[in-house]
Every structure is written in C-alpha cells, then in structure tokens.
C-alpha cells in the first residue's frame, strides 16, 4: 500500500473478496471521520467483489469499546474478518495514550485469540484535520487500506486449509 495517499493501490494485486464475509465496527465518536472510513471501507471491499449481505456493519459509542464489538462480531457474526474503525484526536490530558494502547492491545489479543485478521483502523491523530485528511481527504481514506488488508488476510489464511 502506498503511505501518502491511502486509497493509492494496484487494484490487480487483491485477490476477490467474493466468497468473503466482513464484519466491521465502527466508533461513534468523530463520526464525520469514522463514518467517512465506514463508507471507504465498504466501497472499497464490494469494488472487490462483495456483496451487501456480506458486510455486516455494526457501531460502538466510542473506541475503547472497539475490541469488545469486534469480538461480538467475530463470536456471533460469522464473518471472516473484522474491520476496526474508530478516531482518537490528541487532547489536553492522557485520555489519548489510555484509549489508544487500550484499544490497540485489545486488537492485538483477538488477532491471537481468534486465529482471525482484526484490521487495525484506528486513526490517532493531533487534531481534527489530520484524521479528516485520512478519512477521504489529501491522503486519501484509510477505510480504504483496512478493506484490502482485510481481503489479503483472509486470502493469506484460506491459502493455508
Ligand atoms: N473516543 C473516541 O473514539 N475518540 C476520542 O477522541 C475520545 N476521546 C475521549 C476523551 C475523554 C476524556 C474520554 C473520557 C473519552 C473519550 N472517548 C473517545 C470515548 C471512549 O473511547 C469511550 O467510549 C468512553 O470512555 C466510554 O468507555
């Protein structure tokens, strides 16, 4: 994936998202920004062929609840991957390091847990336009990125059974 436009990729290197079931939580704080991933993301995985019953789209009120929505997913959605969107925006107290290394950890542990990608999508940014720029701004949207790696990882694993 390139790094300074996030929607920048070489289509042709993703393999079908066709037989390929999705869940993905998303964060209701900032939502002009997790909802722009949300929508990127979604795009991104039925231009790769999958269909909307295949994407399950589930919301949690803010980021530290990300991983215990997505395990939701993973233990009653049957999906193939989940998808984790959310936005941290730096502020005046340590709430920002808390949420993050939170979230990120928990993350981590389902990957482990569950044998199962969880795409870390979560911007954490200084401020409010950096996170815009990503979300379908001048870097494009990380949405996007999430849903291809989602599609590769689960390709990866179906390459092994
Ligand atoms: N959730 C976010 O998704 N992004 C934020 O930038 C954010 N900032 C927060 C700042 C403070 C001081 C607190 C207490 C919570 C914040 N949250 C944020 C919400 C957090 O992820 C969670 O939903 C709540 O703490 C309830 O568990």
């Known amino acids: ?68 929505g997505a395990q939701f997913l993973a233990e009653y959605g049957d999906v193939d991957a989940v998808i984790i969107l959310g936005c941290v925006i730096q502020g005046e107290t340590r709430h920002f390091d808390y949420i993050c290394e939170g979230v990120t950890q928990g993350i981590k542990d389902l990957n482990l847990k569950y044998n199962k990608p969880f795409i870390f999508g979560l911007l954490t940014t200084n401020n409010q336009q950096q996170a815009l720029d990503r979300a379908g701004g001048k870097h494009g949207n990380k949405g996007d990125e999430a849903a291809v790696t989602a599609i590769k990882m689960v390709d990866l694993k179906r390459s092994f059974q």
């Open 1 to 68: 994936m390139a790094t300074k436009d996030l929607s920048q990729y070489d289509f042709n290197s993703v393999p079908s998202a066709e037989n390929m079931k999705f869940g993905i939580v998303v964060a209701e704080w900032n939502p002009e920004v997790t909802f722009a991933l949300a929508n990127g993301a979604v795009e991104t995985l039925k231009k790769h062929g999958a269909k909307e019953n295949q994407i399950a789209v589930k919301y949690v009120p803010g980021s530290f609840e990300l991983p215990l």
